[in-house]
């Protein structure tokens, strides 16, 4: 393709459609145009604004090229800030918990943890610690040049006195035959990282030397008496078998981290097919060219039974590539093709499991694709459809013969065949490829995109036979435009509310599919479905009181043992005094299967449609989420590794009404509690956030910064301690979500706007800013909260026994979340005494000291149980984080500073 463009710059210096290189290679135009833009976005290739596109070879290309060979973009890349590890995690999430854990030991202070790797046969251990090692350079942690030394100890297990040789290094004479001095793999891992394998093979003497060297960091060659060897070396082992029952309880002590790498079998479809897909790529680059594999042969691949893990399948996949290169080297074949009828029958088997794993499918694959093709030159895999003039119904007849096959028959078979009809359309519908450039309503949106957004927003009133509402007409512009800079950079355009919008509102998103066909004509570029979505709820607004849409987030715990899962929920059901929590028990003895039924019973019966969290404790449990948004089409996430403190965060966050994915990152910032460990998000930052006001307005920003001018101009304040935040309405309940992400960053104090929202701070109208009528009022809440600020130099100065700024955080944490369970607004001078209360009880029971009783607790608990119950379970982390137990007579005092009543008693002017 780069060469017809070299051919027409010779003639047109201007450039060439992709209509003009279609036609000239005889290609269908948006598959020519999706990989024109792939090439802009390489550099190789220039792009032009206006109708119709052109594009032009880029003459300076090359000039980009570094040294050895990298794209500028290739370079920029590497300097980003994504580890090797975070990248492995993105097609390996079963190991979540195996990365955070080796993270943890590659950087535990001064020199990491020693570790060791447990797993069956061919899972990955040897792999697994060479990435280790990769990222210890990549964190600085060891030298570029530090070594990295491999040894199985299974090759000299015969003879264990050469085994410790290999390991320590031997001095002349020590054995027979020892002709020479020789160093040992410790000595020549010095600076470095020394991976065992199977060290269960190593002898028990062997065992207690090692770990005197893991101690110390001190040996002795064998032989040598009177001098002793140091050396600074991170020490990595695997074992496959048990090691409490191999290895000397003295030896393994002095491994703290202990990881286990799952088996492929408990690592779910899609990383399998990440798997698949990367051994496919190394065998392209080995033999030079594209290896064609046939969809059955991937299913094949995916679902046979793979006994000795990856290991296993990386050989099997070798194998059948051997096959398909001797095909073709003797001319039986066109291409490297693998079809399944070319594998061996114990592969073949998998074609014919029960279990149709559809969520990948639909991914992947549509019903006209008949093979993958993988190529070394590619990092995404290609899709070859078939090249018959077949049509829709063609292709849903061989796919009912494929599933009748298999032994799909009646509802099943009919259920199958009108998803894939359902997909076939959708898919059909999106055919178009293509990026445009945009730069920013007057100065914001480019002149070319906002003609095609004008034919829109004409269309849609013509549609609509009324006219949008102004601000509807500029929300709906800059969104539009924000949509086509997204798809410009890549980035993927998701509506999880897509099928109920559909549904609800049929109309306007009929409306709206032809406003992205407009924009997908009119631009050339893909824009997804799912934008038909966003548009609707535009095409739907009206000036009806906006309300918080609250999430409802059912939370399932399934951990093994007779009554574990069941325990876990009543305490936490008792503690937050609901039944919200769901336990589901797994008993050692019953198979994996039979427990996942179980879930997708419950789920069945009870007409669960809603996001689940589900709380479990490790194995196979880990991978239900994906199987029950398979077959339930359910947003799931997963917390592995569940304890009682996230289930009664998790529920907590749940029945106040956050959604999936805050309370998932929410719990997962429970382990803050334990240790320092990156999860896989970024939690809130560890500095005091500042105060914020929030300005609103409907048209823009503009309008929110003129608010913004106005309060600066009347109230007096620090602008280091609190920041005037401007905010656009756009949408009908999106200002909801985004006030949620400025609370991640800022701590508000009130809002100013045009209009009153659906939320539980302090409110001024902009009429009342402008006539002054509520300076006073904004300007106390500062002067409060300086007051609240500089409690902490009180504390600091007042405790003995905690960290006055710690402590002071986690109690506004502790406010905050009782506060929110109650569905309270607490006044700042009632949190200013709760600070210092709790402060001071915590500091005091960390010395040891303990209150009086509190005269008629039990009566004052049962009249306030909700309110006990709630304060108790807040408590909970408190007590974990200070190794502390708060009784039930310091709840009771507690209770006092929430009750209503009380406060009401003690405060009567409010």
């Known amino acids: 393709m780069l060469i017809k463009l070299k051919e027409l ?55 980009n090229q570094t040294n050895n060979g990298e794209s500028k973009e290739i370079k920029e890349h590497n300097v980003n800030d994504t580890s090797i590890m975070d990248i492995f995690l993105e097609k390996n999430p079963s ?85 020479l001095d020789k160093a040992g793999l410790i000595e020549k891992s010095d600076g470095g990282i020394l991976f065992l394998d199977e060290v269960h093979r190593l002898p028990a003497e062997g065992q207690e030397m090692f770990f005197t060297f893991m101690d110390k960091g001190v040996y002795r060659r064998l032989g040598e008496t009177d001098s002793e060897r140091s050396a600074s070396v991170l020490i990595i082992t695997a074992t496959t078998e048990d090691p409490n029952t191999t290895l000397l309880k003295t030896f393994t002590r002095r491994i703290p981290m202990v990881i286990t790498i799952p088996a492929l079998k408990d690592r779910g479809m899609e990383e399998r097919f990440n798997l698949i897909k990367q051994f496919m790529i190394e065998e392209s680059g080995r033999l030079g060219k ?20 990856v290991g296993q399948l990386k050989s099997d996949i070798q194998l059948a590539c051997a096959k398909a290169y001797a095909d073709y080297l003797s001319n039986r074949k066109d291409d490297i093709k693998i079809n399944s009828v070319d594998l061996l029958s114990y592969i073949r088997e998998g074609l014919y499991k029960e279990i149709e794993h559809r969520q990948l499918w639909n991914k992947l694959i549509d019903i006209n694709k008949r093979y993958c093709i993988f190529d070394k030159n590619e990092e995404k895999i290609i899709f070859e459809e078939n090249t018959t003039d077949e049509n829709i119904y063609e292709m849903l007849d061989l796919r009912t013969r494929e599933l009748k096959s298999r032994g799909i028959r009646g509802i099943e078979l009919e259920e199958e065949m009108e998803k894939n009809i359902e997909d076939y359309f959708k898919k059909y519908m999106n055919k178009v490829y293509g990026k445009i450039d945009t730069t920013n309503l007057n100065n914001i949106v480019d002149k070319d995109i906002m003609e095609v ?26 969104h539009i435009n924000n949509s086509i800079d997204r798809i410009r950079r890549n980035k993927k355009i998701s509506n999880p509310k897509l099928n109920s919008i559909r549904k609800e509102y049929e109309n306007e998103f009929e409306i709206a599919l032809n406003a992205i066909k407009i924009i997908d004509r009119d631009i050339d570029i893909h824009m997804p479905i799912d934008e ?36 876990m929920a009543d305490a936490v059901n008792s503690l937050l005094g609901s039944k919200y929590a769901i336990g589901i028990n797994a008993p050692i003895e019953e198979r994996p299967k039979n427990i996942l039924e179980k879930v997708k019973e419950y789920i069945r019966e009870n007409q669960i449609k809603t996001d689940i969290l589900f709380l479990v404790d490790m194995g196979s449990l880990t991978t239900f989420g994906k199987e029950v948004e398979s077959e339930f089409k359910i947003k799931t996430r997963t917390v592995p590794l569940a304890c009682t403190l996230h289930a009664i965060e998790a529920t907590r966050k749940a029945i106040i009404g956050y959604s999936l994915d805050e309370i998932y990152k929410e719990t997962l910032e429970v382990n803050n509690l334990y240790d320092n460990n990156v999860l896989d998000y970024e939690p809130e930052e560890s500095e005091e956030k500042k105060l914020a006001i929030i300005t609103i307005c409907t048209t823009g920003e503009g309008g929110a910064k003129t608010i913004k001018t106005l ?44 209009f009153e929202l659906d939320l539980d701070y302090p409110q001024f109208m902009l009429d009342d800013i402008i006539e002054g009528n509520c300076i006073d009022n904004i300007q106390k809440l500062i002067d409060i909260e300086k007051t609240y600020v500089k409690m902490q130099e009180t504390l600091e100065n007042k405790l003995k026994n905690v960290d006055g700024k710690a402590v002071l955080k986690d109690v506004k944490r502790f406010s905050k979340t009782v506060s929110e369970a109650l569905n309270i607004k607490i006044t700042t001078n009632v949190l200013i005494g709760i600070a210092l209360h709790m402060s001071c009880m915590i500091d005091r029971l960390l010395e040891g000291k303990n209150i009086d009783d509190f005269q008629g607790k039990d009566t004052y608990i049962k009249e306030n149980l909700n309110l006990y ?19 039930d007579e310091e709840i009771c005092c507690l209770m006092n500073f929430f009750n209503p009543k009380v406060y009401l008693k003690n405060n009567p002017h409010k």
């Open 290 to 309: 594209s290896i064609k594999v046939s969809i059955n042969s991937i299913k094949a691949f995916l679902s046979y039974n793979c006994e000795n893990n």
């Open 95 to 179: 190991l979540y918990v195996a990365v955070e854990q080796a993270k943890a030991a590659i950087l535990y202070p001064p020199n990491g943890m020693n570790i060791l790797l447990l797993g069956e046969t061919g899972v990955g251990k040897s792999t697994f610690a060479g990435l280790i090692y990769r990222y210890a350079i990549e964190m600085k942690v060891k030298s570029k040049n530090s070594p990295f030394i491999t040894f199985n100890c299974a090759d000299y297990a015969n003879n264990p006195q050469l085994l410790l040789g290999q390991i320590f290094g031997v001095k002349k004479g020590a054995y027979t035959g020892a002709d």
């Open 711 to 754: 309060i600066e101009d009347s109230v007096k304040f620090d602008h280091n301690f609190i920041e005037i935040v401007p905010l656009n309405f756009i949408g009908k309940e999106n200002i909801y979500d985004r006030i949620e992400k400025i609370k991640k960053a800022y701590d508000i104090l009130c809002f100013v706007g045009p």
């Open 453 to 478: 957004i004008e034919d829109v927003i004409e269309f849609c009133e013509d549609q609509l036979k009324r006219k949008l509402d102004k601000k509807i007409y500029y929300g709906l512009a800059v």
């Open 532 to 567: 038909a979505g966003f548009i609707t709820m535009f095409l739907i607004y009206d000036d009806q009181n906006i309300k918080v849409v609250r999430s409802d987030v059912k939370i399932i715990i399934i951990a093994h043992g007779v009554s574990t899962a069941t325990s």
């Open 869 to 887: 119950r709630i304060i108790k379970s807040a408590c909970t982390s408190l007590n974990t984080k200070y190794s502390i137990i708060i009784s």
């Open 9 to 63: 710059k010779d003639s047109n210096s201007n450039g060439a459609s992709a209509i003009d290189i279609a036609q000239m290679l005889n290609l269908d135009r948006a598959n020519v145009s999706k990989d024109l833009n792939k090439l802009a976005t390489q550099e190789k290739v220039i792009k032009t604004k206006g109708k119709p596109t052109l594009f032009k070879i880029n003459d300076g290309y090359n000039k």
